[in-house]
């Protein structure tokens, strides 16, 4: 009887502790998953990849896989994605580089797709995440996609092509921009900021201040999206604080037949934003890309690291072998 | 003499930390991102709510129990006073402290990283008796190498694409070896039915991946921490291992190597979140109670209960055949 109360009061303790938890929404764990700095920089960054200012900060590789949760799926071409984050005067901006040496800008046939990426936030901070593709019901996402086909400056056709060009401008003729697809506007942006709460949901909404611009230099795209802290308008995150923000990646390779939800995804990782300065390297001439020449000799430092773990682990195991006869003679 | 002594160790919240771990992967990590397929998701967004709710709950009940186990092998460790127990126990204090330092921002997040990976390496150390704790190694294995690339690249400088891909490759082998090779956890052969059953699991694993119409990618990289770039059919020979090993354990009432199994199941590979990490740590602390080395269950030895509902487990020393009957240490 005394044993059932004891087993009661363990539990009902236990069961009390997690409802205040829950109730405060205070999480006694922390994330240990990747977190990707967003650096203080003091000059105001440029819009273009390959500048050395971006080049030079030290990346952080995502590794991606193909999509596999909902028709249509696949991809999964391109393995990682960089990441690089700074922010200046109240602005993120985050710089995603990966390698394709088939840059896709024009989708002027049935079965011609054009190159994207995508970052995509929780609209708003909590202590469980959303479900990586497209959020879910309680827990919607924001989601900034650039496409290199919607970008003006962009070369968007080949030498010898041409346009059709229809002499009337109404609305008639234009069904779809009449009808409001975002990108059959006249101001069309390379990026699209979009929100969704689960599968079918996706919405295009007011892309407020939210820029970005790609370029495709040695065989790798390079994309800078920036935002005011503050957002324009409702499920948007609001960044600034001092915690960690989720953030999930994807990127779709146009002539490797991706689009839609055949795409590379990553899984939801960290970014902080953070004060300091952010880390350096010196930009070789000819980066070896992706395997670029890290800043340190981390193949030594890694084989160092393993050596180390191994010789500790060798060292207890040796220690420990002593105690049975450490035990043997405490019977004796 | 021999002076019967009695411990304790409170086996059923380790029991109760088990079912909730795996309570809180199915519901909340796994169902709440499987439900969204059913179509018209607007008609059952309340009981997609409630159930996301239920596996909240049972996260937060978990990180308790969590904390709550952690601390009682901490101190059973340490009353053992065997070197191997009490190495584990202090590594399950520490563990707490670097861990509850890092909640209180006194310690930085890749600092609790780092110390979470010496900590469990060293554990892993304590708990190794050669090849039946093999898939233990290999579990480790692939939770450092997966960590390293969390640890390497937010501290170190930076990693090469080349490196984080060779170190996830390693992880996801480890991951599948160590599945693959879970029934030298097993005291002796697992049962006919438990093999039918790891094969029944691994056929339904084979044709989920094979027909590419599952969210069973995105379940691995999300749940276990691995890309998936094996094989799916590899995932599925290391489902069914699993599902026989676990099958097994439940069968034969070798109740700690049961609970560490779904333990690390519901932990992954890599350093995703402090209650993960700790989730692993316990599962290889039990299975240090649960894999008794030869000649040392005088002291060492917590016997599994048959008493699979039981909150508190009464544990005696047994004697290894051959040797004198001594008083024990810890009386």
């Known amino acids: 009887m005394r044993s059932t109360l004891s087993r009661l009061a363990v539990v009902l303790s236990l069961v009390l502790v997690a409802v205040v938890l829950r109730v405060t929404d205070a999480n006694p764990a922390i994330a240990q998953t990747q977190t990707i700095g967003a650096w203080r920089v003091s000059s105001e960054p440029v819009l273009d990849g390959s500048a050395p200012e971006w080049q030079s900060i030290v990346p952080i590789f995502v590794p991606t896989t193909a999509q596999q949760v909902t028709p249509p799926m696949g991809g999964g071409t391109v393995e990682r994605v960089a990441v690089r984050a700074v922010h200046w005067e109240g602005r993120l901006y985050v710089m995603l580089e990966w390698a394709d040496h088939t840059p896709d800008y024009v989708t002027d046939r049935y079965e011609a797709f054009s190159d994207a990426a995508a970052i995509e936030f929780p609209a708003e901070a909590g202590s469980a995440v959303p479900f990586v593709c497209m959020g879910q019901a309680d827990q919607a996402v924001n989601i900034w996609q650039w496409r290199s086909d919607q970008q003006q400056d962009a070369p968007t056709l080949p030498a010898d092509g041409y346009v059709d060009l229809y002499p009337s401008t109404d609305d008639l003729y234009f069904p779809a921009r009449a009808a409001g697809n975002p990108l059959s506007q006249g101001d069309r942006t390379p990026v699209q900021n979009l929100v969704a709460g689960g599968f079918g949901t996706l919405t295009a909404t007011d892309n407020g201040e939210l820029l970005g611009h790609g370029l495709h230099s040695d065989g790798r795209w390079m994309v800078v999206y920036t935002r005011p802290f503050e957002p324009s308008g409702e499920l948007q995150p609001t960044f600034g604080g001092e915690q960690p923000i989720d953030v999930a990646f994807a990127v779709w390779d146009g002539s490797k037949g991706e689009r839609d939800g055949i795409k590379s995804v990553s899984a939801f990782t960290q970014m902080t934003i953070t004060s300091e300065g952010p880390p350096r390297r010196s930009v070789a001439a000819s980066d070896d890309w992706p395997a670029y020449t890290p800043p340190n000799p981390l193949v030594g430092v890694t084989v160092g690291f393993f050596a180390v773990l191994l010789i500790m682990a060798a060292g207890v195991w040796v220690y420990l072998r002593r105690g049975p006869k450490e035990t043997n003679d405490e019977e004796q | ?331």
């Open chain 2, 1 to 331: 003499m021999t002076k019967s002594s009695e411990r304790w160790l409170p086996a059923g919240l380790p029991g109760l930390l088990g079912v909730l771990a795996l309570g809180e992967l199915v519901l909340l990590r796994t169902g709440t991102r499987t439900l969204v397929h059913i179509p018209g998701l607007g008609r059952y967004e309340t009981p997609i709510r409630i159930l996301a709710e239920v596996g909240r709950f049972a996260y937060y009940l978990a990180v308790v129990s969590l904390v709550a186990v952690l601390a009682i092998l901490a101190y059973q460790g340490i009353r053992t006073r065997t070197p191997r127990h009490v190495t584990g126990g202090v590594g399950a204090l520490v563990f707490l402290a670097v861990a509850g330092a890092g909640r209180l921002e006194i310690l930085a997040v890749p600092v609790v990283g780092w110390a979470s990976v010496v900590l469990l390496v060293v554990v892993t150390a304590t708990v190794w008796r050669g090849l039946r704790t093999l898939p233990i190694g290999f579990f480790v294995l692939g939770w450092a190498a997966a960590g390293w690339t969390v640890l390497g690249q937010g501290t170190m400088g930076g990693l090469s694409g080349r490196q984080v891909d060779t170190l996830m490759l390693t992880a996801e082998i480890s991951l599948l070896l160590s599945a693959v090779t879970a029934p030298l956890l097993l005291k002796g052969p697992p049962p006919r039915l438990a093999i039918l059953v790891g094969l029944g699991f691994a056929l339904v694993g084979a044709a989920a991946f094979v027909s590419g119409s599952s969210t069973l990618t995105i379940l691995i990289l999300w749940n276990l921490g691995v890309p998936g770039w094996l094989p799916g059919v590899g995932y599925a020979i290391a489902l069914g291992s699993l599902m026989t090993t676990l099958w097994s354990a439940l069968a034969t009432d070798q109740r700690l190597t049961a609970i560490g199994l779904m333990l690390l199941t519901a932990g992954g590979i890599g350093t995703i979140s402090t209650y993960q990490t700790g989730l692993v740590l316990t599962a290889v602390l039990l299975f240090g109670y649960a894999i008794p080395g030869p000649g040392r269950d005088l002291t060492g030895t917590i016997a599994e209960s048959k008493r699979a509902d039981s909150l508190v487990v009464m544990t005696r020393p047994t004697r290894t055949p051959g040797l004198p009957k001594t008083p024990s240490p810890v009386g």
